[in-house]
């Protein structure tokens, strides 16, 4: 009986090497059986696996190119080739190298998961879906291409299928903390919130450190109703991880929301490092104002976020007491005819025009905390907008022609909102209350058709975009009473001093507190909440006994 062969024995001691973790020593070895076997196919494969074990990505692409180069017809060589393709972010080398491994070997799961990986990182959801059945087919028990299939059902949009995919995994192996975290979420988006906080406290369970279960149970505890569960929660996401801006965010908006209107603002700070505001701050060169005596300081006050924010804080302005040319108000162009009176002031600048000189900023949503206003020093905000008596007048001759009394409608907010859907309420739902007797309906909703027959819709164009929100102004002017949900035109009729009922979801916006039906901001507005998520049927309910009262 002959020896092994040389190599044989050095690749089996070099193999012994790294499977025992001693990865200096079996580079090594690795090395110097290549230098005496150069031709070694499976010595160059097994040092591109070291190497990419060890993170350097490059060598290890070198390497197994030489594997490759010697032999071709391996699909294993493949199969790493295609994986630090994926690492690098090449994916269209990442997928043709997993395709030649399942070409070479159609039974090969691993190709086939990764296959699915790499199509699902490149947009190709379809391809990568049939890409993990296959490697499901091949190997039922494959945990690792159950969980990606979820992945992808989820990322579809197909919860319930996600749901499903996700609880064979966990059947399989209880202890996946991935698919905890992702069966949850999942919940938490098909509004099934009990569900949701029961599978979040089980992933923290496996993970109590881990700051994305702590996370999302706060976001999930909130959905609920239970803002002070969920600012405990979110206090342990910043304790395991005290840089989770996310964290901090959501924490300010629950204490906002709460009243607690100091201890939110720091948190609430955060919000520029998290979408969507995370590549939208300003890059001034100039000091962010600190709150300090301005002395002879011009000081530039920036819009941030959505029209209504503009149009309910822009009107703290006048609360910093200063001369109108030390104060700039920079904001989006179409609010610019409706916020004139604020021109007494500030100076107003459209967004995107020269801005004048000045010596320090601040964005907008951080003005309430530098005038140190809590919960119990809310200003009215009623007065300071006025609508344009010309365009009052001209509306009140157009609306002297409807009977009876005249409630102008708002049931859907802006799209660009990512919280729209939740935050309006489906028209069919308002049908009881085109049924009152006594009452015409006036439709301000942009772009859309009557929600009803006898809703009507004004024959004269109102607000063109060159004087956005002029013709809203001077309609909620003229009518007796406003219902919208919580958009824009909300912030414009409290901010007119118009009789106006807003329609809110079940976790409604910080300014709106949590569970009172009036507004500080707005004395004249009487909130209506949901009684639960997505109850807008409550909400209905409620509104038709007072109307027809």
């Given at each position: ?57 490059d ?32 994916l ?20 086939a998961t ?7 990182r ?20 494959s ?17 319930a ?27 938490r ?11 979040y ?40 991880a ?41 890059p ?12 002879s300081?011009?000081l ?150 009557s ?99």
């Amino acid at each position: 009986m002959t020896d092994p062969a040389p190599h044989i024995v050095s690749i089996e001691n070099a193999l012994s090497l790294h499977r025992a973790g001693r990865r200096d020593q079996a580079e090594a070895a690795y090395r110097t059986l290549l230098a005496a076997s150069p031709n070694l196919a499976d010595g160059w494969h097994f040092l591109a696996v070291l190497l990419q074990e060890t993170g350097r990505r490059d060598e290890a692409v070198a390497a197994v190119a030489e594997a490759i180069a010697l032999d071709a017809t391996d699909p294993f060589y493949r199969l790493t080739d295609g994986a630090l393709a994926l690492g690098q972010g090449r994916l269209d080398d990442a997928i043709a190298s997993f395709q030649k491994a399942l070409a070479l070997k159609p039974g090969f799961a691993a190709a086939a998961t990764n296959l699915g990986l790499a199509l699902q990182r490149a947009g190709k959801r379809d391809e990568a879906e049939a890409a993990q059945r296959r490697a499901l087919s091949i190997e039922p028990g494959s945990t690792l291409a159950r969980y990606n299939l979820g992945q992808l059902q989820h990322q579809n949009g197909r919860l319930a299928e996600a749901i499903a995919t996700y609880d064979i995994v966990l059947q399989s192996d209880p202890r996946h903390l991935a698919t905890h975290l992702n069966r949850a979420l999942a919940l938490r988006q098909c509004d099934r919130v009990d569900d949701a906080v029961e599978a979040y406290r089980a992933a923290i369970d496996l993970a109590p450190t881990g700051a994305d279960g702590w996370l999302g149970l706060g976001l999930a505890l909130k959905d609920g109703g239970d803002l002070d569960g969920a600012i405990d929660a979110f206090r342990a996401t910043i304790a395991q991880a005290p840089d989770r801006a996310e964290a901090h965010l959501n924490l300010g908006l629950a204490l906002l929301t709460r009243g607690r209107f100091a201890e939110a603002w720091p948190h609430y700070a955060r919000r520029w490092q998290t979408p969507p505001l995370l590549h939208h701050r300003r890059p001034f060169t100039v000091p962010e104002w600190d709150g300090s005596a301005l002395g002879s300081r011009r000081l530039l006050i920036h819009a941030e976020q959505g029209l209504g924010d503009t149009i309910q804080f822009a009107q703290l302005l006048p609360k910093l007491g200063v001369d109108r040319t030390q104060l700039i108000l920079e904001m989006p162009a179409l609010l610019i005819p409706l916020m004139q009176p604020l021109g007494a002031h500030a100076t107003l600048v459209a967004q995107g025009t020269t801005l004048p000189p000045f010596d320090c900023h601040l964005a907008l949503m951080d003005l309430p905390q530098r005038l140190t206003i809590t919960e119990a020093t809310i200003p009215n905000l009623t007065g300071l907008l006025v609508a344009e008596p010309q365009r009052v007048a001209r509306w009140q001759e157009i609306l002297a022609r409807v009977p009876g009394r005249r409630i102008a409608l708002c049931w859907r907010g802006g799209d660009d909102n990512p919280e729209n859907d939740r935050r309006s309420i489906p028209p069919a739902l308002l049908a009881p209350l085109f049924a009152l007797p006594g009452f015409s309906f006036i439709s301000l909703q942009k772009n859309a058709a009557s929600p009803h027959p006898s809703v009507i819709v004004p024959a004269e164009p109102f607000d063109p975009k060159g004087a956005a929100f002029l013709d809203s102004a001077a309609i909620l002017s003229s009518v007796d009473l406003a219902i919208t949900v919580d958009t824009s035109l909300a912030h414009l009729a409290g901010s007119l001093g118009c009789r106006t009922i807003t329609l809110l979801p079940f976790v409604a916006d910080w300014r709106w507190g949590a569970d009172r039906s009036d507004c500080a901001w707005y004395p004249t507005m009487r909130l209506v909440r949901q009684k639960a998520p997505g109850d807008w049927a409550s909400v209905v309910r409620t509104l038709v006994p007072e109307l027809g009262a």
